[in-house]
């Protein structure tokens, strides 16, 4: 018990054992299960558990007064006096909604996202949260999943940089801070590896993909300072990761010295037993405890079967004092025993909760999250009341489905819509076409009837808050069939047509992309969603978003990302040539390999050019960095943005590489005309990878570094790493 405060430790000595195991107990508070919205009125449910000392805390639950209540009950009418941890869901904003984590971190940029989390922190602990579960840091390379909408994409580097400006955001440079809260790394580990894309579902994989690709994102959320890690709900490569002492014990506090709690998913440790390696919850509780799971989200194994394990000598005291310890002493960390009060102000809930410094930094996250991916003629932006336009769709006048998925705190009628949006700029006009998933002959003929007056239709299609996110998992990606139906019933108007496409993942949009002129992918932007896409259109702001994943042509192609490797038969052929489907090398018959838009692809209002790469030099040492240069133009009529990306390819090594990774981006932004020399500095440790021995670290021999606006449309220039002199 070296490593807790004399205060901790003293606790640990007085706490009986029932007490050790209440203080492993954490419970939801009074959530819907039915939707998201939550229940704020105060409830005397929990107060005699918390007398009692049954309950370390409670999460999903918000408000100054009902907090205080309870804090006060913990620490005046229990017999250690112990504060409360109130952990919550803030996934992606509180009161005030920022888009999707997956939206976000199309913007690619680390500062705003820090913003955001910072923003997100305020209003939590104004209404006495202290403890958040999230970022998450699970890659996400199967857009069937769900749950890709809650991460950073597919890319182990960019993914590691957003989960710790989002640490950093949460928990400030003082955990004890009133404005700052805990957060979680989560799901610990390769959550997003589910097979099948289905939730919950199994993951097996080998040592090197889950060091190299997968653990990553976590390594660098908890580099960044991060309080907490959550366990995952999969068994991984046969062992529930809950359970899963070599993750939680060998690579988690071995490795990587993480000395912090450890908390199971909600009734994780309750379902080994459904996965099949603990017999009943005892066996449950004693087998996570063992492996590193310090406190019980939502099962009460540990409430139940704490005191007998410890009795019967099958749980060693040292093992459950450490886990307790971990809790107390996140509660030290946050300052609850020197102010069990400091989370939750009355004053502060009324200036933070949707400021309008919060809102404003919505509507410029929204804006930097959106992706253009067509726009054929430069068709946008618009010029504001120089066009008659109609807007229709599903999601046209939708408040509620905004918010996105994870948003159980945010009110269904804050949302800015897209018609309220564009409204305010210029008149428009509104038709329904059809509901989400199903269509009707009346809805189908007003939308016609209103498109055929425009000069310009603009479609608001895609997926519904509650099509993606947990449990939502789906097998057909792309746009649901009646909405096709309507884009092809309105093409026939001969109009042009911007299509608005909300989504919580990447979507199959080949049946779509023919027949529009503009396509913006607007995944769910929040509060203020319909001012961002009405700045957007109307070129008030300029696109700014890359693609953190690949949107995939065929769900077949599924799972799809830029990290591929050659192969042994790597494809040579020509798509356009018919031939070329007799030839045996890595290929579909049916369609192509290359994706619809890949990783790091996103238009601007204007158009760059970038030069060829200048280098430093051709060889390096292990002690050496090379430099590249290149100039960048903006060869177009507007100022714009564009983001430069290096990749990096070792073409031979001790084991099969990736074609190319992501290794720096640079945002750079030029008047028209204006152009810029930028440079990229190359170490050796950007070369490192898990070698054929497991080792980390470079090899020498032959690299290829490319730079260009995504992972596809590329400069490349060689050098070769030498051994030392």
């Not at 007398?51 to 999903?60: P, Q, W, Y």
């Not at 409360?84 to 940029?109: C, Q, R, Y």
């Not at 989960?163 to 400030?172: D, I, K, L, Y």
Request: charged share 20%; with cysteine.
């Amino acid at each position: 018990m070296g490593q807790f405060s004399e205060h901790v430790q003293a606790l640990l000595a007085q706490l009986s054992v029932e007490e050790k195991a209440g203080q492993l107990n954490f419970l939801v508070g009074d959530l819907f299960m039915t939707g998201p919205t939550m229940k704020t009125t105060a409830s005397d449910k929990f107060d005699e558990q918390i007398r009692s000392g049954e309950i370390t805390g409670l999460f999903n639950i918000y408000g100054t007064d009902y907090i205080h209540r309870l804090q006060k009950i913990a620490v005046e009418e229990s017999k250690w006096g112990i504060p409360l941890l109130i952990g919550a869901d803030v996934i992606h904003g509180l009161k005030t909604i920022f888009p999707i984590p997956l939206g976000e971190s199309a913007s690619w940029n680390l500062e705003l996202i820090e913003q955001t989390a910072r923003a997100a922190a305020d209003e939590s602990t104004a209404v006495g949260i202290n403890f958040n579960f999230a970022p998450m840091c699970d890659i996400g390379l199967d857009a069937r999943w769900g749950r890709v909408a809650e991460g950073g994409g597919e890319d182990p580097y960019l993914s590691g940089l957003i989960a710790a400006a989002r640490v950093r955001g949460f928990q400030g440079k003082d955990l004890k801070a009133p404005d700052t809260l805990a957060a979680c790394v989560k799901h610990l580990a390769a959550y997003g590896a589910a097979e099948a894309g289905r939730d919950y579902n199994t993951v097996d994989m080998s040592e090197y993909r889950l060091r190299q690709t997968y653990l990553p994102a976590y390594k660098k959320a908890l580099e960044a300072g991060a309080a907490t890690v959550m366990s995952s709900f999969n068994d991984l490569n046969g062992v529930p990761c809950t359970a899963n002492d070599y993750l939680l014990r060998q690579i988690l506090r071995e490795e990587w010295g993480f000395d912090g709690l450890v908390v199971s998913d909600w009734a994780s440790i309750a379902e080994t037993t459904a996965h099949g390696t603990s017999a009943d919850l005892k066996d449950a509780a004693l087998q996570c405890l063992q492996a590193g799971t310090d406190l019980d989200m939502m099962s009460e194994a540990y409430l139940q079967h704490v005191p007998q394990l410890v009795a019967n000598g099958q749980l060693a005291m040292s093992t459950l004092d450490q886990a307790v310890g971990q809790v107390l002493s996140l509660k030290e960390k946050l300052g609850l025993f020197e102010d069990p009060y400091r989370y939750g102000n009355l004053e502060r809930e009324q200036v933070s909760l949707k400021s309008d410094q919060h809102l404003q930094l919505a509507r410029q996250m929204a804006e930097e999250s959106i992706v253009l991916l067509k726009n054929k003629g430069d068709l946008l932006p618009l010029e504001p009341k120089q066009h008659l336009l109609t807007l229709i769709g599903p999601l046209a006048d939708n408040k509620a489905d905004m918010n996105g998925t994870w948003s159980f705190f945010a009110e269904p009628d804050d949302p800015v819509s897209f018609y309220e949006g564009i409204k305010a700029v210029q008149p428009v006009q509104l038709a329904l076409g059809c509901e989400l998933y199903q269509s009707t002959e009346q809805h189908f003929s007003e939308a016609i009837e209103k498109a055929s007056a425009a000069d310009v239709i603009i479609l608001a299609l895609g997926e519904s808050a509650v099509m993606n996110g947990e449990a939502a998992s789906r097998s057909d990606i792309g746009l649901p069939e009646n909405q096709l139906d309507l884009v092809k019933a309105l093409k026939k108007l001969d109009k042009p047509m911007i299509a608005v496409v909300s989504c919580g993942r990447p979507l199959v949009l080949s049946a779509l992309e023919p027949l529009v002129d503009a396509i913006l992918v607007t995944w769910s932007l929040g509060t203020e969603a319909g001012h961002a896409l009405a700045n957007i259109l109307f070129g008030r702001s300029e696109p700014l978003g890359k693609l953190p994943m690949t949107f995939p042509r065929a769900v077949g192609q599924v799972p799809i990302h830029y990290q591929v490797k050659s192969t042994g038969r790597p494809y040579l052929g020509d798509y356009s040539e018919p031939r070329s489907e007799r030839i045996y090398q890595s290929k579909y018959r049916d369609v192509e390999n290359i994706p619809l838009y890949p990783f790091g692809y996103g238009l601007t209002y204007t158009h760059f050019n970038l030069s060829e790469i200048r280098i430093s030099q051709s060889e390096m040492y292990l002690n050496d960095t090379i430099t590249l240069e290149c100039l960048i133009t903006n060869t177009g009529k507007r100022k714009g943005t564009e983001v430069v990306q290096l990749y990096i390819r070792d073409l031979v090594a001790s084991i099969t590489r990736p074609l190319k990774e992501l290794k720096s981006f640079q945002r750079v932004t030029l008047q028209a005309g204006e152009s810029k020399t930028i440079s990229f500095r190359i170490e050796p440790d950007m070369l490192a990878f898990y070698r054929k021995d497991m080792t980390f670290g470079p090899e020498s021999g032959q690299f290829t570094a490319y730079l260009g606006f995504d992972s596809e449309s590329l400069k490349s220039v060689n050098f070769t790493l030498l051994d030392e002199e």
